[in-house]
């Protein structure tokens, strides 16, 4: 939760118990951290805390209660242990009962003194920070595994959709927090998740689809060539997602072009078909979506997975060319791991039509794969699961994704993530 100078704090306020300990705080969106701006840090301290101190706690089974505090013992112990851990270690902690629930951790030292580690997500804590800037504010906020969702309290418009660009959280909440809605996408980022929940997305999740062929070269080959390619394309997809769409449309139209006005030594249907695919594509692109639901606009935005490798084989005719297109023009960066030697010319010359480090082919092997499944940079890798996997880290690997169709919805969800924004709209006529 991040709380900012502009906003109503009481508001804000009054939205922390239930985000913290609704629930007894178990919800997988449960806050654990609020980042409130410095200006106006201990004014909201303190009307958190008198705020804390109303709340009525007590057993589940009891009635007119705000908060349970009922919890299993392992966590209760290991609840109070934190709590005996960071008093010791010089943290303010305000607890207005003898209940460790509800228990506030409050400044910077709690994270400096390593007093909360990082299975503590399952134990219902909260820290409040201060924060300076909104640079600060979104450092604070992504500098954690957990990536599902964020509120963010503000009367601003333009301060709220600068930091929706900054947040790499599934959900953003814009002054509310919890709220979701079964048509609407609910995608994860980093180690919360990995598919879509909701929505369209979600629906072609449980969607059979025509299933491509595709073949695995199983030569071992360098993979230094492999690590320069991550390493490269990490840093050219920031710099290409930061292109707005026209932009990233103009330049894959002169791919287009230039490719159909060169002579290949290659099928000529082949050629045309990716001619063909990039037009359609383009003129295919999903933009916002923006549903009313009730007093809200919820806005649905996609961003890029990042860096995604593609693997494939000799077999020209099963190569996924809606898949590499679709990356694209969505903002990744792709390594194509190239098992068919009779197309090395036509990638290499394509990737030379884009900005540096977009499009990288890389020789398929063993080693390379090997590579493609360890390294922390890559996001995602596309392929089909086989025997040249049976001793690579890549079949258990969370970032592998099985190639099973080439429909443009499903070939575009697997390379974006969604965003989901909900802003109030008011309630007056």
Known sequence: MIIFENCDLDSACHAVVNAVWGFTGMLPWSVRNIFVQENVFETFIQKLKHKVGEIRVGQSDQKNLDISSSLDNKTLQKLVKIIERAKDEGVEVYQPNNNAIPTLFIGGNVF???????????????????FRTINEAAALSNNTKQGLAASV????????????????????????????????????????????????????????????????????????????????AKKAQNAWFKLDHFERTK???????????????????????????????????????????????????????????????????????KMIIAALIEGNSVIILNGAKDTSDFYTFVAKLLPKGVLTLVEHSQEATKIAALHKELNVYFGERNKVFGSLPLKTSSKFKVVQTDDWNCVRNKVTLVKSVWFNKGTSV
Not at 112 to 117: A, F
């Open 112 to 130: 400096h003194n390593n007093v909360i580690v990082e299975d503590a997500i399952k134990v219902p804590i909260v820290t409040l920070t201060a």
């Open 153 to 232: 309290w503000t009367e601003s418009t333009s301060l709220a959709n600068e930091i929706i660009e900054k947040l790499k959280v599934g959900t953003v909440w814009i002054n509310s927090h919890g709220l979701f809605a079964p048509d609407i996408p609910f995608s994860p980022f980093k180690s919360s998740g990995n598919a879509f929940f909701g929505g369209t997305e979600g629906f072609y999740e449980y969607v059979d689809t025509k299933n491509l062929k595709t073949e695995t070269p199983s030569q071992v080959r360098n993979a230094t060539s492999m690590e320069k390619a991550i390493n490269e």
């Open 251 to 321: 330049i894959l139209q002169t791919v287009a072009h230039e490719i159909q006005n060169k002579v290949w030594g290659l099928p000529d249907n082949w050629i045309n078909n990716w001619v063909t695919l990039i037009h359609d594509c383009l003129s295919n692109h999903s933009l916002n979506i923006v549903t009313k639901k009730q007093s809200f606009n919820v806005v649905t935005m996609r961003e890029p997975c990042g860096l995604i490798a593609i693997e494939i084989s000799d077999d020209k005719e099963t190569h996924n060319k």
